[in-house]
């Protein structure tokens, strides 16, 4: 373990947004991480745990110290003819989890296919995509209490998890580090294809789902065809949470606006962040540096050179003027440092 000074974090975020952290140090082990708790620099200084990167917007250096999480491995910790128990450490890529279930033909995950980031991320924002939300498939959660110093399970339930929610944002923010994750998936198939965009995609292109890389494979279609990659132009996916309405609320506006899209999910009705944004026409605006993707509104981009201020202010804009024109006040997924 080598705590390095003055760290580049250009490359580990997925905005590409130059920032650098006062301390930086990655830990691949459960011994890199009890050596670094006696170090000065972790004690002395603010924290972030990172991973992967793409749910943070840094808007200046970061003047702590920026743990990144290395710990890998998957392994299946029981099963029987139904189910399947999988363990993945926190540093593992979310995607090479699903890749792995996949491969297996274990049922769960598959539509998050291609979300990015890492394995110990996806709890706190509780990732979700095309009628899937991770407490559906997640057993329990193994972290490091930073304060008491202490190893500690969590189960499903009370992980507290809401949309884009979970106990790890709120009552326990800040003070823990994700070690392992592990997913209760079906080995029976079970497949959730209810999700409009998903089953028009695959009513359009007459896709029989046989295998579990069926859903897979078409998720991932969708993804690539709507989402730019990081690589080439720096974005966080998803840069805002779809907005929660009454009944009353909705059928206020849709007096406004008839043609509203909303859906609704367990009792709750929300619209989608991306048709409020696109109403507003953000989609495909560009200000300098920054802008909107033109083919999903909800995607932020830095078209290069851009600083995290830039992104920030676009954002404000963008709920300004949702708020403006809907009265309603979108959120955004994504960590502002």
């Not at 802008?291 to 954002?315: F, M, P, R």
Request: charged share 30%; hydrophobic share 40%.
């Amino acid at each position: 373990m080598e705590i390095v000074k003055d760290y580049d974090l250009s490359e580990l975020n997925t905005f590409g947004i130059k920032a650098k952290a006062r301390f930086f140090v990655e830990i691949k082990n459960e011994l890199d991480f009890n050596e670094l708790l006696k170090t000065r620099e972790y004690k002395d200084n603010q924290k972030l745990f990172l991973g992967g990167g793409s749910n943070v917007l840094f808007t200046k250096d970061f003047e702590g110290i920026v743990i990144l999480n290395k710990l890998k491995g998957i392994e299946i910790i029981r099963e029987d003819s139904n189910n399947v128990l999988v363990k993945a450490q926190s540093g593992e890529k979310w995607h090479d989890l699903v890749l792995f279930a996949v491969k297996k033909e274990y049922w769960g995950i598959e539509n998050l296919s291609l979300v990015p980031g890492t394995v110990g991320a996806a709890p706190v924002q509780n990732i979700g995509a095309y009628g899937v939300e991770l407490k559906d498939t997640i057993e329990s959660v193994e972290f490091f209490d930073l304060e008491s110093g202490e190893k500690k399970n969590l189960s499903r339930d009370e992980c507290k998890f809401g949309y884009r929610d979970s106990i790890f944002k709120n009552e326990l923010k800040g003070k823990v580090f994700i070690l392992a994750v592990t997913f209760k998936l079906s080995k029976i198939p079970n497949l959730n294809v209810t999700y409009k965009v998903l089953k028009d995609y695959l009513e359009k292109n007459k896709i029989e789902i046989q295998k579990v890389k069926d859903i897979s494979d078409v998720v991932i279609a969708i993804r690539q065809s709507k989402l730019p990659d990081p690589k080439i132009l720096g974005n966080a996916g998803s840069f805002f949470k779809n907005v929660y309405v009454s009944k009353k609320n909705l059928e206020k506006i849709k007096e406004k606006y008839p043609n509203v899209s909303f859906f609704e999910e367990a009792g709750v009705i929300k619209i989608p962040a991306g048709w409020l944004i696109e109403e507003c026409g953000w989609k495909g605006k560009r200000l300098g540096n920054v802008g909107v993707h033109d083919k999903q509104a909800l995607v932020l981009i830095n078209y290069g050179g851009a600083t995290g201020e830039e992104i920030k202010d676009l954002a404000l804009q963008i709920i300004a003027s949702v708020f403006d024109k809907f009265g309603l006040k979108l959120t955004p997924e994504v960590n502002l440092i």
